[in-house]
């Protein structure tokens, strides 16, 4: 093989990509970042024992972060940034290794190869290629284990990176991913040892996801019941996408009195509920859909894009927006103009985005009207006393949360058609850019209740929690299962699997995962899932709904 990657829900007949990455991903990119991955196991190695000395590298913190968030799916295609990262990785393992050793800190014998290994050229890494990734572990059951920690860890590695953004820390995270990592390495972890490591993970997901509510909301207001504009302006636009707030505050205030309206994509749409960002005139609405379906809109938009997080797809060689993205954070594709980092108390300077806006034509409508959103926990609970009543007179049978990812897979159109047959007197719980499957239909409402409430981005998945949690408390439950509520979940990347985690640890049962189930889990790791947490994959919708409502 000259690549292995099954990380995603995409992946080559459900099995793992071994020539290219669906993703769009050569093997030569696969590869280095097998070998980003390999080089964080060895810093966290050294961090996690000079940590027990008292040596704390605040470099190592971030670095392990922005890397782990870099190799998500579809979220950075540039050799040679991570080229670079690797080379910084390296040095600043030997930098936490020689201020372990200088303080009396001393090797272990059998130390993983991670701790040891050097290079320095590009044809170095990809010998290693046989030994860096995923299939080096033998044994598929703990294999499968180490992959669900790790593919975990991405996705809170994204939630803890937009945190930091806004200047909110937990530093119990970076300890626990370096710890984590560590661990991954370490042969003497039986697969009992390795679950409890994946539920660990989960409790930190829970964490993670608390502490970028915490900065969101504190940065920007708690998110309102918002109709959202999905037509166009009279102004040449931008079109932001990806998931983050920080990024999205930076080009409002800098596109303010220009000319250029600012429009959302995909995962940036939670954006329109936030008050703050209200009071921007020229912030129009969103523009399209789910993040596959990009070439086509980012045609007819006209105007450039930015790219904040993950969610690219490569541009075909005719497209030709391919001049007009702008990429940051930890994004990246070959030919795409990166805007590097800002400095601390500082802003992204969009100033070139801004002036390519200007030349360009106005964005094509390709669709009129308006979407309702903004039903994170605390506008929800707002609402309780009404959802309560119609809870208890029958008028809401039951929730069903389908939060999660969107994909390209035709099987998707199953969250469509379950949406459309649900009985009319359920509500559909979401977050993520799973929701465009449904987000459009008019499915109505109950007693002035929106039928499908919008919590946000795939990271609001977390107030979805709050709210089930405190609908336990106002019904005076013992269990949260005990809930007219069931988890339909899609998914597609990584930050859904430390959603998922995060559901497992919070002791949600039951839980039914699609379109398919992840090709990293083993059977024996997939036999664990169901029998102690329930989880199970999708049948047709009619079986499900029938399922569901007994």
């Given amino acids: 093989m000259s690549m292995f990657c099954y990380q995603c829900q995409e992946t080559a007949k459900g099995t793992g990509c071994a020539v290219a990455g669906v993703c769009g991903k050569k093997e030569d990119l696969a590869n280095m970042q097998d070998l980003l991955i390999f080089v964080l196991k060895g810093i966290s190695i050294y961090s996690t024992n000079a940590r027990e000395l008292g040596i704390e590298n605040e470099k190592a913190n971030k670095f392990v972060f922005d890397s782990l968030f870099m190799t998500i799916t ?11 990262s690797i080379r910084e990785g390296l040095k600043l393992r030997e930098e936490i290794k020689d201020a372990f050793i200088k ?87 039986n697969a009992d040892d390795l679950v409890a490591l994946v539920l660990e993970t989960g409790k930190y997901g829970v964490d993670g996801m608390a502490l970028l509510d915490k900065a969101n909301t504190e940065s920007y207001g708690n998110p309102e019941i918002t109709k959202v504009n999905i037509g166009v302006g009279k102004k040449p636009g931008i079109l932001i996408s990806g998931h983050d707030l920080k990024d999205m505050e930076d080009l409002l205030i800098q596109t303010e009195g220009t000319g250029v309206d600012v429009y959302t994509h995909s995962e940036m749409l939670p954006a329109n509920y936030y008050p703050s960002f209200k009071k921007y005139s020229h912030f129009v609405g969103n523009y399209g859909n789910a993040w596959w379906q990009q070439k086509e809109e980012f045609e007819s938009f006209n ?22 993205v702008f990429t940051t954070g930890a994004t990246g594709y070959p030919g795409f103009k990166h805007i590097p980092n ?27 009207g308006e979407i309702m959103g903004g039903f994170a926990h605390n506008q929800v609970i707002q609402l309780a006393d009404k959802i309560v009543n119609a809870v208890k007179t029958g008028a809401i049978k039951k929730f069903f949360v389908m939060a ?49 409430l919008d919590a946000g981005q795939c990271n609001d998945s977390y107030s979805l929690v709050v709210i089930a949690l405190k609908l ?25 699997v430390i959603v998922l985690l995060a559901l497992l640890y919070l002791g949600v049962k039951n839980i039914h995962l699609g379109p398919t189930l992840p090709a990293f889990l083993s059977p024996n790791v997939a036999n664990v899932l169901i029998e102690k947490f329930g989880i199970s994959g999708i049948g047709t919708v ?4 029938e399922m569901f409502m007994k």
């Fill in 472 to 496: 336990k408390e106002i019904f005076e439950l013992n269990d949260i299962n005990e809930l007219p509520i069931a988890f339909n979940i899609a998914w597609y990347e990584q930050k859904a």
């Fill in 342 to 368: 800002r400095k601390k108390g500082g802003r992204k300077d969009f100033s070139e985005i801004i002036e390519l806006a200007k030349t360009c034509e106005l964005p094509v409508e390709i669709e009129k």
């Fill in 303 to 324: 105007g450039p894009i930015l790219f904040t997080t993950n969610c690219l797809v490569p541009p075909s060689k005719k497209a030709k927006y391919a001049d007009k």
């Fill in 103 to 189: 303080a009396g800190g001393s090797i272990p014998e059998n130390i993983h190869e991670s701790a040891i290994w050097t290079g320095n050229t590009v044809e170095e890494f990809e010998a290693k290629n046989g030994s860096i990734g995923v299939l080096a572990t033998e044994n598929e059951d703990i294999r499968s284990l180490r992959a669900l920690v790790i593919y975990g860890l991405k996705g809170l590695a994204a939630y803890t990176e937009h945190a930091f953004n806004l200047g909110f820390e937990d530093k119990t995270l970076y300890v626990f991913m370096q710890k984590a990592l560590a661990d991954t390495t370490n042969d003497s972890l």
């Fill in 74 to 84: 579809n979220a950075n295609f540039d050799n040679e940034r991570f080229i670079e």
């Fill in 542 to 545: 009619e079986e499900d709904i």
């Fill in 404 to 452: 999660g990812c969107d994909g390209r897979h035709k099987t998707r159109s199953y969250y469509t058609e379950f949406a459309e047959q649900l009985p009319k007197d359920t509500v559909i719980l979401t977050a993520g850019c799973a929701k465009y499957r449904y987000n459009k239909l008019n499915l109505g409402d109950i007693n002035g209740i929106p039928r499908v």
